[in-house]
């Protein structure tokens, strides 16, 4: 019995993984939705995530560091990290309304990203459990019996 994986696995795990992308590609070619809208969701969802992602790795980095010879290295290149982002974000917002999308200020749709990148982050979670939970609702014995 061998643990190799063929080439035939990597072809059906590649096209799986592109599926949904192809299905949403023809499903939207005969519509109207404006790809400007789509790009500009995308930029601020990235940055976003960008920003607090790097806000959450400052504090990892902080607990990380104590064990260090080096204390400060690894938290000082996280917060250079968060700060770039948050000036990213709030450059690009003030920028003429590229990354504004349909809020009115500047907060507003900071607000906005921050919600998104909440309940996104939530359906993940949700997702990963019941992924979790039918993982174990289908483990076997090895023996078969029970």
């Known amino acids: ?12 795990a590649g ?9 949403m590609i023809i499903l939207a070619g005969n519509s109207s939705y404006d790809t400007e809208r789509g ?6 969802a990235f940055l976003t995530s960008y920003t607090i ?20 290295a690894p938290w000082i290149s996280m917060v250079y990290a ?5 000036f990213v974000t709030l450059m690009l917002t003030t920028q003429g309304g ?13 607000l906005y990203n921050i919600i998104h990148f909440i309940v996104a982050s939530m359906a993940i979670l949700i997702a990963v459990g019941i992924m979790i939970l039918l993982s174990f609702v289908n483990l076997e014995s090895k023996d078969g019996d029970f």
């Open 98 to 110: 590229f990354l504004m999308e349909e809020n009115g200020s500047q907060r507003a749709q900071i």
């Open 39 to 44: 790009l500009t969701r995308f930029l601020n």
């Open 53 to 72: 992602a790097s806000v959450f790795l400052v504090v990892n980095m902080f607990r990380y560091s104590k064990s260090r010879k080096e204390p400060t």
């Open 82 to 86: 968060a700060v770039l982002g948050i």
């Open 1 to 12: 019995m061998s643990n190799r994986i063929g080439t035939r696995n990597f072809i059906v």
């Open 15 to 23: 096209l799986l993984f592109l599926l949904p992308i192809i299905a």
